[in-house]
């Protein structure tokens, strides 16, 4: 029997997801609270610096392994963002001009 060590997954690649998202970058696989993830670390670009995401195996739809310079430039073109920024709309401000019934 031989003890064979199986090298670590990693590859630049397209990834497709669902929802029709795609994401390029260097993909590893990352166990995280022993679950399985895929990472996709994307490179910095020029108008953002570079950042990882992880990725539940029944999110992705494809993946496409490319060269690197190939992935780079994709994740340049697709400009991920790492976190959306969300902010709930504000509520209109109360009207001061009501009278108070307190007055009377």
Request: glycine share 8%; charged share 25%; hydrophobic share 35%.
């Amino acid at each position: 029997m031989t003890d064979e060590t199986s090298e670590p997954f990693q590859s630049w690649a397209i990834v497709e997801l669902m929802g029709h998202q795609r994401i390029a970058g260097l993909l590893t696989e990352q166990t995280l609270g022993g679950g399985t993830f895929l990472r996709v670390d994307v490179p910095a670009g020029s108008s953002q610096p570079g950042f990882s995401k992880l990725y539940g195996a029944s999110a992705v739809y494809c993946i496409t392994p490319v060269a690197e310079d190939l992935a780079r430039s994709a994740a340049e073109s697709m400009r991920p963002r790492a976190v959306q920024e969300w902010e709930p709309p504000r509520l209109p401000e109360p009207e001061d001009d009501m009278e108070s019934d307190d007055d009377e």
